[in-house]
């Protein structure tokens, strides 16, 4: 681990939530580790990015782990309960195993038709291995945010 810091960007455009809002145990007591969630925007929140330069190390068409240089490793969740969907509406653009830059199209989806089969369309954005003291949200919650903005600073 390095002691320089990581800045997480939005994988999603939408609107920043808190975690412990997401309608999910796990994620919203902070079980699998600190983040943040984004409701995704309705026109532009289907484009999913890496949210830095990494190795994708795990990837389901629902969610993706990707790791970066320094060994921190990031969750980030499609919707609540889409893992039920077997990969249907999700369209992956990397495999496993591959690296990416930051911004690089991993996954494309449709939030709203996610939403209309009565899931939350919801994407937590979790610093897996991370303390809550070392990861800052750098967006309040309710406000509208681009993919590949700022959205987590981690230190440590």
Same mark, same amino acid.
């Given at each position: ?52 330069? /990494? ?33 249907? /509406? ?11 830059? &930051? ?11 996610? &939403? ?20 800052? &949200? ?14 987590? /600073?981690?230190? /440590?």
């Amino acid at each position: 681990m390095t002691s320089r810091s990581l800045v997480v960007l939005a994988p999603v455009s939408g609107r920043v939530v808190d975690l412990a809002e997401v309608d999910d145990p796990v994620f919203s007591a902070g079980l699998v580790g600190p983040g943040i969630a984004i409701t995704p925007d309705a026109a532009e929140g289907g484009v999913v990015v890496a949210p830095f330069s /990494g190795t994708i190390v795990k990837l389901h068409p629902h969610a993706f782990v990707i790791t970066h240089e320094s060994g921190r490793a990031v969750l980030v969740h499609l919707g609540i309960n889409t893992v039920q969907l077997g990969g249907e /509406g999700f369209a992956l653009h990397v495999a496993q195993g591959d690296v990416v830059d &930051q911004g690089t199209v991993l996954v494309t989806w449709d939030p709203a038709a996610v &939403q209309l089969g009565g899931r939350s369309p919801v994407c937590p954005v979790v610093a897996l291995e991370g303390t809550p003291d070392a990861v800052a &949200q750098l967006v309040p919650s309710g406000v509208a945010v681009g993919r590949g903005a700022e959205l987590l /600073g981690w230190q /440590g």
